[in-house]
């Protein structure tokens, strides 16, 4: 059951991220190379600094800069193949870094409250 919670509440994050309740700015979503590279560094973090400064963020503020890490996958083709090779990952990386971390924000929420058995309740009967 606590498996199928996790997949639920993942599913679910990934179409809160995806969802139109997480707006870009449409000027967002036209991101210079410059402004991707700039973003990756700026949101980017070792092992000891990731879920601190993380934890500090609002859901809202995760779910932009994982769709904005996505959007600058697609962006930042300057230079050579292989360059761009090497940045894909780094970008999708780190977007889902932030999609996780918002699916665990979810997972929380829904633990906290006493929503689980809702929740595989009303997936199970279809209401999605």
């Known amino acids: 059951m606590r498996y199928g919670i996790a997949l639920g509440v993942l599913l679910l994050s990934s179409a809160i991220v995806a969802s139109p309740t997480v707006q870009i700015n449409p000027a967002d979503k036209n991101l210079s190379v410059q402004q991707c590279r700039n973003a990756y560094k700026d949101w980017s973090y070792t092992p000891e600094t990731r879920q601190d400064e993380t934890d500090q963020l609002t859901a809202y503020t995760i779910g932009v800069r994982s769709k904005q890490l996505y959007y600058c996958a697609v962006t930042d083709e300057e230079g050579s193949h292989i360059q761009w090779s090497q940045?894909?990952?780094?970008?999708?990386?780190?977007?889902?870094?932030?999609?996780?971390?918002?699916?665990?924000?979810?997972?929380?929420?829904?633990?906290?409250?006493?929503?689980?058995?809702?929740?595989?309740?009303?997936?199970?009967?279809?209401?999605r």
Do not use: T
Request: proline share 2%; charged share 20%.
């Open 87 to 127: 940045r894909l990952p780094g970008y999708l990386g780190l977007a889902d870094y932030y999609a996780s971390n918002l699916a665990d924000r979810y997972k929380h929420f829904i633990v906290r409250h006493n929503l689980s058995s809702q929740f595989v309740y009303e997936d199970k009967v279809g209401q």
